[in-house]
Nanobody, 125 residues
Framework: QVQLRESGGGSVQPGGSLTLSCTISGNANCMAWFRRRSGQAREGVASIDSVDSTNYANDVKGRFTISLDKAQNTLFLQMKNLQRGDTAVYYC??????????????????????WGQGTQVVVSD
């Protein structure tokens, strides 16, 4: 069993920064961040695979950074230059499968068996 708990959400002005954290209980070999914008399906944002390779959705490349601190068992999502369109509930996801992702991989819900409850991010003036 893998348990995930997100934190770090909040309100920020456009152009601002925020870092989300996800504490991990149990063994996970690949992890990701997803988000659900109001009225839309949940979508992948960033992922890190079993050899620490990272992938990003096109609209966050260059602005978001996913990282994993294995000593602290914590997954991070650093978000910079936030835009109103980044307003969403952000979810941490994990899977026990050992996988390596191709350079064009986009995080996909069905690849992750374990999910956190989500943390709200609001970008507004």
């Amino acid at each position: 069993q893998v348990q995930l708990r997100e934190s770090g959400g909040g309100s920020v002005q456009p152009g601002g920064s925020l870092t989300l954290s996800c504490t991990i209980s149990g063994n996970a070999n690949c992890m990701a961040w997803f988000r659900r914008r109001s009225g839309q399906a949940r979508e992948g944002v960033a992922s890190i695979d079993s050899v620490d390779s990272t992938n990003y959705a096109n609209d966050v490349k260059g602005r978001f950074t996913i990282s994993l601190d294995k000593a602290q068992n914590t997954l991070f999502l650093q978000m910079k230059n936030l835009q109103r369109g980044d307003t969403a509930v952000y979810y941490c996801a994990a899977d026990r499968a050992w996988r390596t992702a191709s350079s064009i991989y986009q995080p996909t819900e069905s690849d992750y068996a374990y999910w956190g409850q989500g943390t709200q991010v609001v970008v507004s003036d």
